[in-house]
């Protein structure tokens, strides 16, 4: 099994897995890479091609490359694609009704090299949680890395921990956490370090528990369009995802009662109230179910004999509810306290990104890129309406001198030449003072706020259940400890 370039990148690109081409801060293309030579009549002569605003990137230039590299764009011919249409172009003669007719007896595209373009970039990056959060295909709101590092942490994920997540949507949380959790593939074929005998004759270790993420989804083309995007990366043996109503469902999985087991959970769910009746260690006592009735009128109660905990009874579990608005916290809380949950906490989490730039201002920066070339001091002002009205008053002259017929053409020739040389000149020597100049230290240093917050406002309910807490477990304790 190919690792997953989200848990293992390896120091250079591949063909067949993930990489993302980052054009510019919070702008990445995911692409998966392929080298097959062109097929068809519609595939470009260089094989597969990313084409950006950037420029055009065959995946030939993408592939073996190490993560980070500067890749120059190329020259592709996005309008007759592949070889033969090209070939016939050059050959002139064809129209586009010509190739397209002869499209039928086409024996594959002609493969031709990449060559590169004068101008065009963008940086190869290995995907990441981050990175694909900002890039994945939108299909509902997605929770954002601050939220998500935030949460993770609160919940105390760790590597071979089992996490509940509800509703999965687009996959942004499902990636973190899979990382999150991740301390190696459940059929790796060398043997875990900790089931390795520490000496030659003490038995082996039992294999550790491996990370796993169980995600619920109730809108099905999501959860089909998650599972092949799990599948895509590499991540199937540590994400499983399951289509289902959790509300109504629960989060068990009866074709294997040993799962999920989990020691964490993450609802990002409506109404998550709802389906926290699932998330218990023992069947609702009456009165228990009672009051959960009256908070939410439509629960029912698995009887006790085929009642089965999606939790792990060894461990403490830790939940996080995600919900905009302070009515469904309350609800939320509400159940909670009546399932004997605990340490309940809320948080909501501001977040908003700085951005720390130089700006110029100045006549002197005229025709300069990323600067702002208006008068910074009053003197400029006065010296450029001086300027401007210089040159009205010029050009008012020379209709006059036209209509009285009395003007000397010669003379208007080069006082006209004069004007536009001088506009000329002055951005010549602008420039020529730039290249002396140490732009990027110059101007006022400025630091703004993102006006917008990019994270999706929400509440975080915290809360934490207790272990499982048996009669024998008191009695062994009580043996143990007095
Ligand atoms: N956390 C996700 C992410 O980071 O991409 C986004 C979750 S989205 C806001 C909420 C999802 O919950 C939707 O896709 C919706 O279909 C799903 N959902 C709503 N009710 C559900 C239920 N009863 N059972 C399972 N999923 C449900």
């Given at each position: 099994m190919a690792p997953s370039p989200f848990l293992d990148p390896g120091p250079t690109s591949s063909a067949n897995s993930l990489a993302l081409l980052h054009l510019k801060r919070d702008m990445l293309i995911p692409t998966v890479l392929d080298n097959a030579p062109p097929t068809s009549e519609t595939d470009y002569a260089e094989g597969k091609v990313a084409n950006t605003r950037f420029g055009s990137f065959p995946h030939s230039t993408l592939i073996d490359q190490p993560w980070g590299s500067q890749i120059l764009a190329s020259n592709v011919d996005t309008g007759s694609r592949g070889g033969r249409g090209k070939k016939r172009k050059r050959e002139g003669g064809d129209t586009p009704k010509d190739v397209e007719g002869d499209g039928e007896d086409f024996k594959g595209g002609k493969s031709q090299a990449a060559e590169a373009a004068k101008s065009g970039f963008i940086h190869l990056v290995p995907p990441t949680p981050e990175a694909w959060t900002i890039s994945l295909p939108h299909r509902t709101q997605v929770v954002y890395t601050p939220d998500y590092s935030y949460i993770l942490q609160k919940l105390r994920a760790r590597p071979g921990d089992h996490i509940i997540e509800a509703g999965a949507g687009s996959g942004s949380f499902t990636h973190a956490a899979a990382r999150a959790v991740?301390?190696?593939?459940?059929?790796?074929e060398a043997a875990p370090v900790e089931s390795l005998p520490a000496n030659g004759t003490s038995p082996p270790k039992k294999p550790a528990r491996r990370g796993k993420v169980y995600s619920f989804e109730f809108h099905e083309p999501r959860a089909v369009q998650l599972t092949s995007e799990i599948a895509e990366h590499g991540l199937s043996s540590v994400v499983r995802v399951t289509n289902r109503d959790v509300y109504n469902e629960g989060f068990c999985l009866p074709e294997s009662p040993s799962e999920p087991a989990a020691d964490c959970i993450f609802l990002d769910l409506p109404a998550p109230w709802l389906a926290?009746?699932?998330?218990?260690?023992?069947a609702l006592s009456t009165p228990t179910l009672n009051s959960l009735k009256s908070s939410t009128p439509h629960t029912t109660s698995t009887p006790a004999a085929t009642f089965t905990s999606p939790l792990n009874p060894k461990s403490t579990t830790r939940i996080c509810t995600f919900s905009p608005c302070i009515e469904q916290v309350q609800r939320t809380i509400t159940a909670m306290r009546q399932l004997g949950w605990v340490e309940i906490t809320m948080s909501e989490l501001q977040h908003h990104r700085i951005d720390v730039r130089r700006e110029r201002v100045g006549l002197a920066e005229e025709g300069l890129r990323g600067a702002n070339a208006s008068a910074a001091t009053v003197e400029e002002a006065v010296k450029k309406l001086r300027e401007v009205e210089g040159r009205f008053k010029a050009f008012h002259n020379s209709q006059k001198d036209e209509e009285d017929d009395s003007k000397d053409k010669s003379k208007e020739g080069s006082s006209k030449g004069k004007r536009k040389m001088t506009k000329q000149q002055r951005l010549e020597s602008i420039q020529a003072a730039a290249e002396s100049r140490n732009l990027f230290k110059e101007g006022r240093l400025l630091h703004r706020t993102e006006p917008e917050l990019k994270t999706h406002t929400s509440y975080l309910v915290f809360a934490v259940l207790p272990r499982q807490w048996t009669k024998g477990d008191e009695e062994r304790c009580r043996k143990k400890w007095g």
């Open positions: 991740f301390n190696g593939y459940p059929d790796a926290l009746k699932h998330l218990t260690r023992t």
